[in-house]
RNA sequence: GCGCCCAUGGCUCAACGGAUAGAGCAUCGGACUUCUAAUCCGACGGUUGUAGGUUCGAUUCCUACUGGGCGCGCCA
């Protein structure tokens, strides 16, 4: 059991007492209300359950406070309760209790802080990038990965079941462009005098995709028509880019568990019925279509989006809406309990009518947009806008050459998403204490050079040393330093770390987190020497050591950032 | 004009409605013959954009302003 709810019981346990002999005039029982003080001087943890308490039991919180404080029951977790300031109860920690969690951690292993969140809506569909294929992604888009990854690898610890989804816009007529664009670029560099049309993908990419289908198949498509021509080379561009953009991603740490094509929507079933025809069927059914102008309209403005929008044009087509509308029923159908959704924030004029077409589905609130603000590139307080390699916009992909993956990542997650990001690649890229990653992964990294100077070996893994250094029934009662405890109280708040991570949708809380315990176990290493002192202490330093090594991993892995044995 | 996001030390950012608003960077001053100095310790630095409101208590919630970013297609 962790530290707060045994606390919260023993507290709960006062307050029943305290209404039980009518110390404390209430009908029922209020909440603990803990809280972690926000200066250590006022305790590990607080009760304001007192101050909330005050005006319906009509009463002084300090009284309150005083009733509680004199009916907690026996425990061995709580060391001293005082009340303070306009009626907080403040509570100290013995020191064995936060000696358990150093327990609890070597027991644990990654598992540690893992939850089962109680709420409903445990079943997730959480969709992120969505680029289209028709080029490079960009550096929004290597937020939204990092931000999106970690965010699932965060709820997945917290205990939702989280399904990561990337949605393939590959059915636009945008595709046409980019078929057509290869196209020109192909004639061109066989000795055709073929402009580039306005509105065309002019980026080097593209010749360089014609280029490569030169040296693979020669001028074989040189004889086709222009139709003809555009098709195929649409789809060799759609792959190469597919795959271009997979293979970034999995070097950057961020894997799915479905790609999903936007054609999907359009293949006919046995019926011939497409996602889509069935989508627009629904909604036709309910009511909320409706033709005017030769277009065919949602009536979005019934759940309060600022206008009604298109779902087929006049000239017939569909608009980028229609396959998301029916896409987005695809999930529903899959059985999901919640959609999230990750959009940059210029994006954000979308949510309403979402989450109207949500609304008329019978599902109002299930999808949830999570709004990233964009990222500004800057190189020594600079704005970059040109690679200069291509002479053109930085893509994410020369963003991870240059800066790395872990770098790239911790900075890209060290902001709520709700703030924008000025990323500059020269800071990203000193390795010093301007660039918190690298103090993160320092600590980590000292500590398993401890480890193998107390092992005296220098081979083997860092879990292997710590298995053979550290008794695995070592008594903990020598830490009671104050860096000891200090650090075992940070490692006690992981787990509510986690919760709230979760909840928030905000893995930038664990950046924060991780630069804390690395800092904590700094101070802790500086101040309380490990190797050579008596085999007590030793063997007891040793295991806080190993378990701030397994949380600092642990932290890490959950924001997709390596842990290094040695720098 | 309407909508979304933001505003906290010189800079970048924290602070589930809680106590004397915290870190890091920068600046200045200290600590390496001792387990990794990519580290640690200390100092300096604030009327939380403005004006109201809600309450035991507001950086946090509400309203109106000011300033900045983004968006308001039968584009995708």
Avoid at 33 to 61: C, F, I, Q, Y
Wanted: with cysteine.
């Amino acid at each position: 059991m962790q530290i707060r709810e045994q606390l919260e019981a023993i507290v709960n346990g006062a307050i029943t007492a305290a209404i039980a002999d009518g110390a404390l005039a209430l009908e029922e029982a209020p909440a603990a209300a803990l809280e972690r003080p926000r200066d250590p001087e006022n305790g590990d943890w607080a009760s304001t359950v007192a101050m909330r308490s005050a005006k319906l039991a009509h009463a002084n919180p300090r009284d309150i406070a005083q009733a509680i404080v004199d009916r907690l029951p026996a425990n061995d977790v709580v060391k001293s309760a005082e009340i303070a300031g306009p009626g907080f109860i403040n509570f100290r920690l013995t020191e064995s209790a936060l000696q358990g969690v150093v327990s609890a951690i070597r027991d644990q292993r990654d598992q540690f802080g893992r939850g089962t969140i109680a709420e409903g809506s445990r079943k997730v569909n959480l969709e992120y990038i969505s680029a289209n294929p028709t080029g490079p992604m960009h550096i929004g888009h290597g937020r939204w990965a990092a931000l999106g990854d970690s965010m699932a690898r965060v709820m997945r610890h917290a205990g939702y079941d989280v399904s990561e989804e990337f949605y393939v816009n590959d059915h636009g007529t945008q595709m046409d462009v980019f078929g057509n664009s290869i196209a020109v670029r192909y004639m061109q560099l066989l000795g055709h005098d073929v402009e580039m049309p306005e509105q065309c993908y002019g980026g080097a990419y593209v010749a360089d995709i014609a280029r490569g289908i030169i040296d693979a198949e020669g001028d074989k498509y040189e004889a086709l028509s222009d139709e003809e021509r555009m098709l195929a080379f649409r789809e060799i561009g759609y792959r190469e880019m597919l795959d271009d953009q997979r293979t970034l991603l999995e070097r950057f740490g961020t894997t799915f568990d479905c790609w999903f094509s936007e054609r999907n929507l359009y293949v006919e079933d046995a019926e011939g019925k497409s996602a889509v025809d069935r989508a627009l069927a629904v909604m036709r059914e309910r009511g909320y279509l409706y033709e005017a102008d030769g277009a065919t309209w949602f009536r979005s403005t019934d759940f309060g989006d600022d206008k009604d929008r298109v779902l087929i044009k006049a000239n017939g087509e569909l608009t980028y809406f229609t396959s998301d509308m029916a896409y987005h029923y695809d999930k529903i159908c899959r059985g999901f309990d919640r959609l999230i959704d990750i959009w940059g924030a210029d994006h954000h004029g979308y949510i309403k009518r979402c989450e109207a077409m949500m609304e008329a589905w019978g599902h109002p609130g299930m999808l949830e947009v999570v709004l990233g603000q964009l990222v500004n590139l800057l190189r020594d307080g600079e704005p970059v806008r040109m690679s200069k390699r291509t002479g053109e916009m930085v893509t994410f992909e020369e963003l991870v050459d240059e800066v790395g993956v872990d770098a790239t990542r911790y900075l890209m997650l060290s902001r709520s998403s709700d703030q924008m990001i000025d990323f500059d690649i020269e800071v990203a890229k000193k390795q010093d204490a301007s660039n918190p990653v690298y103090y993160v992964q320092y600590a980590h990294a000292r500590i398993c050079s401890v480890l193998r100077k107390a092992a005296g070996e220098e081979g083997a893994s860092a879990d292997e040393l710590a298995a053979r250094v550290v008794p695995g029934d070592v008594d903990l009662s020598p830490l009671t330093h104050e860096s000891e405890l200090a650090l075992m109280r940070k490692m006690d708040d992981f787990v509510e770390l986690i919760e709230l991570a979760a909840r928030d949708r905000a893995p930038f809380r664990l950046t924060h987190y991780a630069q804390e315990l690395a800092g904590l176990f700094h101070q802790f290493y500086t101040n309380c020497h490990i190797i050579g002192e008596e085999p007590a202490v030793q063997n007891a330093r040793l295991a806080l050591a190993d378990a701030t090594r397994t949380l600092l991993a642990l932290t890490l892995s959950l924001l997709g950032v390596s842990a290094p044995e040695r720098m």
